[in-house]
């Protein structure tokens, strides 16, 4: 099942007499998570204003395409970028058919040509009007170019007629928007994912540790969830709460977070260690606060366990993937490790003063023997679940030509 929760969902608000459900349909998205921009077209703004979009969504609503105010702020390209899921409800018969065409003579129809997102239409109309042929024929073009289309309901209509054309309720709609994310790459399969930083004591007040967030972890365990996997987070100490439908243990030291990963490795199908692990912790943690005596003091430490790395010595290892923050030399560091751990995949970012770990967006740079893949910058949600999509692919692939070899006489 997918989650609306953190969602960008962009609405599109087209000219029907159902418009006058959009307000709803913005309240409900919100309440299950999401997060909501609209845009309307002109003829929509006959059916609702803008004001009352403005206030449910709690965002100016967008209405026009290659104004220089509105392109200075939150243009057309930003909010096909922004958007994680375009929803176009109501969509009207004409609007039908200018995404058909691929139209961009107006912002909506501009985005929704623009956006990488999960697009969905809602159509809401006369029954003769969607019965017509030609409206038939743009559904059906719509549909082959990957669009949803949800609905329309049968009954009876604003213009008394009875038939199909009525616009979905927003209660189904919300359902309906968010099994737009559950993907089902990794259905039936387990992910264990390590995240956050470790702690590693000194003594019962002072530790040594990291500034990871958590944030990029947190946002993989969530995407693979969503992905249909069965997912184990190994947590180190991070201030953000458990995510959704993930079984989620929480531990201090590396050597915990090593103990916890290996009563769950061998179950697991895929592991990707987020985690930034301490290499080194005091060789002895002291029972009681140290109290300041000398003038200098000198801290012996010893090598932590490598968790990556034993994970990928089992027999069988699960798909191993690794992350790599650097601050220079991306990728002949994260090959580096590719190798010496031996990981099916590194996933390389730049971590610096002003991107990294306590931010909300990234890049990566995923490494891999066949090559360089770049995920360009954008927020860790979205990176995670372009992300998990592409190490479903490669596992897919992988044990495709396992299973092949196997077969082989
Ligand atoms: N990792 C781990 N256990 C450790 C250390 C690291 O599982 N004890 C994992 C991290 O979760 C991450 C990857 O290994 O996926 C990072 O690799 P690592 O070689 O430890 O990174 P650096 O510490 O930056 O390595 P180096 O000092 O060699 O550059």
């Known amino acids: 099942m997918g989650s609306l929760i953190n969602k960008h969902v962009l609405l599109g608000v087209t000219g029907g007499i159902a418009a006058y459900k959009s307000a709803d349909l913005v309240r409900r998205l919100r309440d299950a998570g999401a997060e909501v921009r609209v845009i309307m077209t002109r003829s929509a703004t006959e ?40 929803l176009v409800a109501p969509a009207s018969a004409n609007f ?37 042929a030609a409206t038939q024929s743009n559904l059906a073009t719509i549909k082959k170019n990957a669009i ?83 997912v184990i987070l190994v947590s180190g100490p991070t201030s953000l709460p458990d ?20 009563q769950h490795a061998a179950a697991a199908d895929i592991f990707i260690g987020v985690a930034a692990v301490a290499d080194y912790r005091p060789v002895r943690a002291a029972d ?3 109290k300041k005596t000398e003038e ?25 993937v690794g992350f790599a923050a650097e601050t220079e030399n991306i990728e002949p560091q994260a090959r580096r490790k590719l190798e010496n751990k031996n990981l099916d995949l590194v996933a390389a970012n730049r971590v610096g003063a002003d991107i990294g770990f306590a931010a909300d967006e990234n890049s990566l740079l995923l490494v891999e023997r066949e090559g ?13 679940r372009a992300l998990i999509h592409h190490i479903a692919a490669r596992y897919r692939a992988k044990n495709a030509t396992k299973v092949h070899r196997l077969r082989r006489p």
């Open 148 to 230: 949803r289309i949800f609905g329309p309901a049968a009954g009876s209509q604003a213009c008394g007629e009875v038939g199909p054309g009525r616009m979905l309720e927003p209660v189904e709609l919300v359902t309906l928007a968010s099994e737009l994310f559950a993907t089902g790459e990794l259905d039936g399969l387990t992910v264990l994912v390590t995240a956050g930083p470790t702690w590693e004591a000194i003594d019962p007040v002072r530790g040594l540790t990291n500034r990871s967030s958590g944030k990029m972890g947190y946002a993989v365990a969530e995407a693979a969830a969503e992905s249909g996997a069965r």
């Open 96 to 132: 039908l058919a200018r995404l058909a065409q691929g139209r961009a003579d107006d912002l909506l129809s501009a985005v929704c040509l623009a956006t990488e997102a999960r697009v969905a239409v809602t159509p809401a109309m006369n029954q003769q009007m969607w019965n017509n």
């Open 288 to 290: 009681r606060k140290i």
């Open 243 to 262: 995510p959704e439908r993930v079984r989620t243990l929480r531990v201090e030291s590396a050597q915990e977070m090593y103990d916890t990963v290996h």
């Open 372 to 384: 360089v893949i770049e995920l360009p910058t954008q927020p860790k949600t979205k990176l995670a």
């Open 47 to 86: 059916f609702i204003t803008p004001l009352t979009l403005q206030a449910v969504s709690g965002h100016p609503v967008h209405q026009h395409f290659l104004d220089t105010s509105a392109e200075a702020g939150m243009g057309h390209i930003e909010l096909a970028r922004w958007a994680d899921a375009v």
């Open 296 to 320: 200098t003091m000198a801290l012996e430490l010893e090598r932590n366990p490598d968790i990556l790395a034993s994970v990928t010595a089992l027999r069988p290892a699960p798909f191993t």
